[in-house]
């Protein structure tokens, strides 16, 4: 996690680089680092639930614990917030949570990269979110999704203003739940770097900032998995908007 | 392990029956209504609004400005618009910070305008 040996910039872990270019009509659709960092989060979550449940045992292992914390994690968030009708959607919810922990989790690791700290990548999963849950409301509710944007007991007068500013408040929930995880993502990446190279700079004396980066790590622990939580409950808050669409 | 299950565990399955009824009220040890675990919840909705709030105004303005170029209003529709931003952005950070990230489904009134 330390600046590397060539004295990097506290942003090149950020760069992305092409591993097997491709290119389809004109298209650059190059397996990237962050392409194959994506690829190993879902192996390796795929990998820790195949492996969780292929015993199944009674008196859980270790491995078994884990999957079985996050199930009941994600299924009781998803109560909570969602109702039991919210259940239906768990693989979803499910998913995302699991894909953004381990995303965020596995960019901890040194050398590797981190997929969530790049606003393509959150942007793209808060779209497809904002726009499922929109399209589900819609299903679910029909006309009445739009209750959301105009709730109930509001004076005629005000309406305009208030359809206009509950507009507003819909659409920035993408940029808001992509920018809050990127941001956090990134900004902890970097302090990370910036310190580590403090600690190279500094010879006898980079000890305090060797410090300081072991404290740094712990918390960029809590991050990640708050980030992760945030974006799930996140999820379920929007969801449940579309499901109850009644303030 | 076969299919009929040892006699303690069905003991075991019993107390823990029990103990859940008592604890929650609910026999699979689902409480009906659970007010959100405060710890974590805090922290989370603490480090929300920041970005609430700049989003609002980031999208407003953007709006605004998109707004202004299709009509041609230079200055005024991104003006109003960053101004309502700013009012989007008030009432998602009221909200998250009321909402706390959950209310059961369908209760609380929850519009902060």
Known sequence: MAAGAEGHSPLHQFEITRLVPMDIAGVDVSFTNAALWMVISVVAVSALMMIATARGALVPGRVQSVAELAYEFVTGM?????????????????????????????????????????????????????????????????????????????????????????????????????????????????????????????????????????????????????????????TCIYLNDALHPHH | MADDPLPSLTDLDRRLK?????????????????????????WGSAMRLGVELASGLVVGGLMGWGLDRWLGTKPWLMIVFFLLGAAAGMINVLRATRVQGGEPPGGAPKNGG
Request: charged letters at 5%; a neutral charge.
């Open chain 2, 18 to 42: 029990a103990a859940r009824m008592a604890a929650t009220g609910s026999p699979d040890g689902i409480p009906p209504e659970v007010p959100p675990a405060p710890s974590s919840e805090n």
């Open chain 1, 78 to 234: 998803l109560r909570d917030i969602c109702g039991t009708q919210g259940l239906k959607y768990f693989p979803f919810v499910f998913t995302i949570f699991l894909f953004v922990l381990t995303a965020n989790l596995l960019g901890l690791l040194p050398y590797s990269f981190t997929v969530t700290s790049h606003l393509a990548v959150t942007a793209t999963m808060a779209l497809v979110i904002i726009v499922a849950v929109t399209l589900l409301g819609l299903a679910k509710n029909g006309f009445g999704f739009f209750h959301l944007f105009l709730p109930s007991g509001v004076p005629l007068w005000l309406a305009p203003l208030l359809i206009v500013i509950e507009v507003i408040s819909y659409l920035t929930r993408p940029v808001s739940l992509s920018v809050r995880l990127f941001a956090n993502m990134m900004a902890g990446h970097t302090t990370l770097k910036v310190f580590g190279g403090f600690v190279v700079a500094l010879g006898f004396l980079g000890i305090a900032p060797l410090v300081f980066v072991v404290a740094l790590t712990g918390l960029e622990f809590l991050v990640a998995f708050l980030q992760a939580y945030i974006f799930t409950i996140l």
